[in-house]
């Protein structure tokens, strides 16, 4: 059963813990988040601090959520995998939990710069790691689920008149354990104290002006999308969409956050931004049409003979902490698609993957790629249209699914390029 998300721990009319501040009343509360990109050096984290402060002198209580700075976290990984094959046999696996104890450290980074560039313009800020704010997550390590953020911390400093700025991408587990929330963790970490506190709007700044009908780098023809319906963001996050985590997205979706995804470095007023909420103004039920084309490289398609049973297949995914998505499975078999996007390691998950089902088979070096929109399965003409411009190109998809969310194949990684601008061509910009 997936987690509920959970704005207040505190029941109607039980006392806040001692020494809590009231809150003040009037001010709006709004949560940024700034990405990797946007604090990857000290010029930069002095930006942010100017637009943190300007959201204060607007009469706003803000929040900031961060990322690590630039590729801190790729770099940590790296580190991370060096030591695990110190040993001189093959390379290990890092132990995730260790791995969480390791990349947890670049966001601590980054809030302590923010919180002391704020407090050197002047302005009062403190900041907190993600399990000094309340971030309560389940067991798992590397890709955790937020179960429940309990913001006392951060309300009383607020109430103080403080500006919090929050490690991003982390939290504590039930067992006081120290997680991380997956790749895009500081989008969800945003999106849940925006939904725990009850704020105006959560903020999403990253270096591009909000969400496109497709990659810019790799379809030059990319619309700019300036409002969006939250379940077809969802959907394109999953699938490879990088400027709102799926996760982050699903929050919103359930709490009603309105989401602002915009430019770090555009201080234009009026600059371009996407605006997403539960419904997008013009969302019906009977609106057909696609919105966007996504890809996502570094995936595997796994495939399982008949005679593997599924609940077996579960467990061994389970046991190696892998992600899966589009599982199709029946007395002859089936297929899914495992995402790598989470996984630290997958040469050694493949290899415990094998030990413990020796029949599957695993195609390597492929990438995904969907058109997401409304009503996709409505008719089968959006589908064979679909089918036909791949093959049109002699791109042969290796797996295909359809959704009303979505119609997506799995191509040779090199085809995702050509397949994206085709497909664009052909959804998008008529």
């Given at each position: 059963m997936a987690?509920?998300?959970?704005?207040?721990?505190?029941?109607?009319?039980?006392?806040r813990?001692?020494g809590?501040?009231?809150?003040?009343?009037?001010?709006p509360?709004?949560?940024?988040?700034?990405?990797?990109?946007?604090?990857?050096?000290?010029?930069?984290?002095?930006?942010?601090?100017?637009?943190?402060?300007?959201?204060?002198?607007?009469?706003?209580?803000v929040?900031?959520?961060?990322?690590?700075?630039?590729k801190?976290?790729?770099?940590?990984?790296?580190?991370?995998?060096q030591?695990?094959?110190?040993g001189?046999?093959?390379?290990?696996?890092?132990?995730?939990?260790?791995?969480?104890?390791?990349l947890?450290?670049?966001e601590?980074?980054?809030?302590a710069?923010?919180?002391?560039?704020i407090?050197?313009?002047?302005?009062?800020?403190i900041?907190?790691t993600?399990?000094?704010?309340g971030?309560?997550?389940?067991?798992?390590?590397?890709?955790?689920?937020i179960i429940?953020v309990?913001?006392?911390?951060?309300?009383?400093?607020l109430?103080?008149?403080?500006i919090?700025i929050?490690a991003?991408?982390?939290?504590?587990?039930?067992r006081?354990?120290?997680?991380?929330?997956g790749?895009?963790?500081?989008?969800t970490t945003a999106?849940?104290?925006a939904?725990?506190?009850?704020?105006?709007?959560?903020?999403?700044y990253?270096?591009?002006?909000g969400v496109?009908?497709?990659?810019?780098?790799?379809?030059?023809?990319?619309?700019?999308?300036?409002?969006?319906?939250?379940?077809?963001?969802?959907?394109?996050a999953?699938?490879?969409?990088?400027?709102?985590?799926?996760?982050?997205?699903?929050?919103?979706?359930?709490?009603?956050?309105a989401?602002?995804?915009r430019?770090?470095?555009?201080?234009?007023?009026g600059a371009?931004?996407?605006?997403?909420?539960?419904f997008?103004?013009g969302s019906?039920?009977?609106?057909h049409s696609?919105?966007?084309?996504?890809?996502e490289?570094?995936?595997?398609?796994?495939?399982a003979?008949?005679?593997?049973?599924?609940?077996?297949?579960?467990r061994?995914?389970?046991?190696?902490g892998?992600g899966?998505?589009?599982?199709s499975?029946g007395?002859?078999?089936g297929a899914?698609?495992?995402?790598?996007l989470?996984v630290?390691?997958?040469?050694?998950?493949?290899?415990q993957?094998?030990?413990?089902?020796?029949?599957?088979e695993l195609?390597?070096?492929?990438?995904?790629?969907s058109v997401?929109?409304?009503?996709?399965?409505?008719?089968?003409s959006?589908?064979?249209?679909?089918?036909?411009?791949?093959?049109?190109?002699?791109?042969a998809?290796?797996?295909?699914?359809?959704?009303p969310?979505?119609?997506?194949?799995?191509v040779?990684?090199?085809?995702a390029?050509?397949a994206?601008?085709?497909?664009?061509?052909a959804?998008?910009?008529?």
């Amino acid at each position: 059963m997936a987690e509920q998300p959970t704005n207040r721990v505190q029941q109607e009319g039980s006392p806040r813990e001692p020494g809590a501040a009231p809150a003040r009343p009037g001010r709006p509360i709004i949560v940024q988040k700034y990405g990797g990109s946007s604090v990857a050096d000290v010029d930069k984290i002095g930006k942010v601090a100017d637009r943190v402060v300007a959201a204060k002198r607007a009469g706003n209580d803000v929040v900031v959520v961060v990322s690590a700075m630039g590729k801190t976290t790729d770099g940590l990984l790296a580190l991370a995998r060096q030591a695990a094959s110190a040993g001189g046999g093959a390379a290990a696996e890092p132990p995730r939990r260790e791995l969480d104890m390791l990349l947890s450290t670049g966001e601590r980074v980054s809030m302590a710069l923010l919180s002391i560039a704020i407090q050197a313009r002047g302005f009062e800020a403190i900041s907190f790691t993600g399990s000094q704010s309340g971030i309560l997550t389940n067991d798992r390590h590397f890709d955790a689920r937020i179960i429940e953020v309990r913001p006392f911390r951060i309300e009383d400093e607020l109430a103080r008149g403080r500006i919090v700025i929050v490690a991003g991408y982390q939290g504590m587990s039930y067992r006081r354990e120290i997680t991380t929330l997956g790749r895009g963790g500081s989008d969800t970490t945003a999106v849940a104290l925006a939904a725990a506190l009850s704020a105006e709007r959560c903020e999403i700044y990253s270096d591009v002006d909000g969400v496109y009908s497709a990659d810019p780098r790799v379809v030059p023809d990319a619309r700019h999308l300036p409002e969006l319906d939250g379940a077809v963001l969802q959907e394109m996050a999953e699938c490879g969409a990088k400027v709102v985590c799926a996760q982050a997205v699903e929050w919103a979706r359930r709490s009603g956050v309105a989401l602002y995804a915009r430019s770090t470095f555009d201080a234009v007023p009026g600059a371009r931004e996407t605006v997403v909420r539960r419904f997008a103004p013009g969302s019906t039920a009977s609106t057909h049409s696609a919105r966007a084309i996504v890809a996502e490289g570094n995936v595997v398609l796994a495939r399982a003979p008949g005679g593997l049973r599924l609940d077996a297949l579960l467990r061994a995914a389970g046991e190696l902490g892998l992600g899966f998505r589009d599982l199709s499975f029946g007395p002859g078999g089936g297929a899914f698609v495992i995402p790598l996007l989470n996984v630290p390691d997958w040469q050694g998950a493949k290899r415990q993957l094998v030990a413990l089902l020796p029949q599957i088979e695993l195609d390597e070096g492929l990438a995904s790629v969907s058109v997401v929109g409304d009503g996709l399965t409505a008719t089968a003409s959006p589908l064979s249209r679909f089918v036909e411009v791949l093959g049109r190109a002699g791109i042969a998809p290796r797996f295909t699914v359809a959704s009303p969310l979505r119609l997506g194949a799995l191509v040779d990684a090199v085809d995702a390029a050509p397949a994206q601008r085709l497909l664009h061509a052909a959804f998008v910009e008529p």
